[in-house]
């Protein structure tokens, strides 16, 4: 690491820094100190007038935040810099680009109320409503579990909503529906994945949940929370896509599992999220210790150019060890681009999110043609399971628009998708990405390999 070392500073020079530092206290106290932005490289200098070429990254407890040109980060003290280089930050700081503000918490605790629509026991139908939310249950569970289920799928949508991507989700025909089973098998027959803790069926725009994965006890008649083992990140997790419907083709695989691992892994209690960065990092350290099954030294990461090749259906695929790593590595890479990268307000994944908005009409005819075909063979699918053998379906029964993952042709090379992940990522190799995210959580407290 490379910094500028303390010196006797000439008198007018002196005097010429306290007044411009003065203006530049005033500047950045007005326009939040914490906020920067990345600037073009150029040459500084000292007061001693060594000199040294790097980008301007932040401006931060009076001192700049520079990128040396070896790609390492050193800080300077703004009494050091020379009266050009104090003028160069004044100018900078004003033509900085708007802040992009993240929620410090979201709380739905005083605004979510339940309304019964139906509780048929022989029918093993119980049927609740929240203001966006529609959930059945085939047993009945306790009223203070209702109350749980419905501040978490309340503050989940709300939370998605106040992130700075303007994501904008919209209920489908006036609620999101989610089904909860008490019987595992009950699960896979609806269509739960084997060994799952629960799904988002795209197709139907439901959520299945086993509620044994959910840590509950039996009292009585009905389901309670298990204090003491209660786990309702499944349920954030699967809120996360269901809320993001109109968005999970048009990001990558590790993006969309990313992003629902990342808002799993935020501290939750009854309604709140809590959003502020000491939060968001014991959130990631224990989702990480949950992941691997203990509290490490360091935690392992896949490089970036391993898991940005993995599509949706080899993702599906992907069991044991393979899928843990899947999970967690993509729980890192969204944290990075949404806290770490750039300025640390996730300048660039809301760039993507704005150039992903304007590309969607381009892949509106595929994506309509790709979910009739969809459709069309899950309905062969049904009717050859239900004929009890008469009919069987074979490969060559598969429409061939149905043989290529979608993200497979949203994202290939040169489409408006592609292009936009592109700029995020920047001007950097896959393997830079990867030392740069590792560099980045190391910095942050959290050891990667």
């Not at 007005?30 to 490289?41: I, M, N, T």
């Not at 935040?65 to 009266?83: F, T, Y």
């Not at 090379?413 to 700029?423: F, I, N, Q, V």
Request: hydrophobic fraction near 40%.
């Amino acid at each position: 690491m490379t910094s500028f070392v303390d010196s006797a500073m000439v008198e007018s020079m002196e005097a010429r820094q306290v007044t411009v530092a003065k203006g530049l206290t005033t500047l950045l106290t007005a326009s939040l100190l914490a906020g920067s932005s990345v600037a073009d490289e150029r040459i500084w200098t000292d007061t001693q007038g060594r000199k040294l070429t790097a980008q301007l990254l932040a401006i931060e407890s009076q001192k700049a935040r520079l990128r040396l040109a070896s790609g390492k980060e050193s800080q300077v003290d703004l009494e050091k810099l020379s009266p050009e280089d104090l003028d160069y930050i004044l100018q900078w700081r004003t033509q900085r680009p708007k802040r992009i503000i993240w929620p410090e918490e979201i709380d739905v605790r005083d605004k979510v109320t339940v309304t019964t629509v139906r509780e048929d026991a022989d029918a093993k139908e119980f049927v609740y409503r929240t203001e966006h939310f529609e959930f059945h249950a085939d047993e009945k569970i306790a009223g203070s579990l209702i109350k749980d289920f419905s501040l978490a799928f309340e503050a989940t949508l709300a939370a998605v909503s106040a992130l700075p991507l303007n994501l904008k989700p919209e209920p489908p025909q006036g609620y999101f529906q989610i089904r909860l089973f008490g019987d595992r098998f009950d699960y896979y027959a609806a269509g739960g994945l084997i060994g799952s803790a629960g799904v988002y069926v795209p197709l139907k725009r439901h959520i299945l949940v086993p509620m044994d994965g959910l840590n509950l006890k039996r009292v009585g008649s009905a389901l309670r929370k298990n204090n003491s083992a209660y786990d309702n990140s499944t349920l954030v997790h699967e809120i996360t896509h269901q809320v993001m419907h109109d968005w999970l083709k048009h990001m990558p695989t590790w993006m969309v599992e990313g992003m629902s691992e990342y808002m799993s892994s935020l501290p939750y209690s009854n309604g709140k999220f809590r959003f502020n960065e000491s939060a968001r990092k014991n959130g990631i350290k224990a989702a990480l210790t949950r992941w691997e099954g203990g509290r490490q030294t360091s935690y392992s990461i896949l490089p970036a150019e391993t898991l940005f090749s993995v599509n949706s259906r080899e993702w599906n695929r992907a069991s044991g060890n393979a899928a843990v790593m899947n999970y967690s590595s993509s729980m890192l890479y969204v944290y990075y681009f949404m806290h770490l990268a750039g300025r640390g307000e996730g300048e660039d994944i809301c760039t993507f999110a704005e150039a992903i908005d304007r590309a969607k009409p381009s892949v509106v005819p595929y994506l309509k043609e790709f979910d009739t075909a969809l459709r069309g063979y899950v309905e062969k699918a049904d009717a050859a399971e239900k004929s009890g053998g008469a009919q069987v379906l074979s490969d060559y029964d598969i429409p061939e628009i149905l043989l290529v993952p979608p993200d497979a042709i949203i994202f290939k090379k040169g489409t408006p998708h592609e292009s936009a992940l592109a700029r995020m990522i920047g001007q950097k190799d896959l393997k830079q990405l990867t030392e740069d995210v590792i560099a980045a959580f190391t910095k942050d407290g959290i050891r990667l390999e």
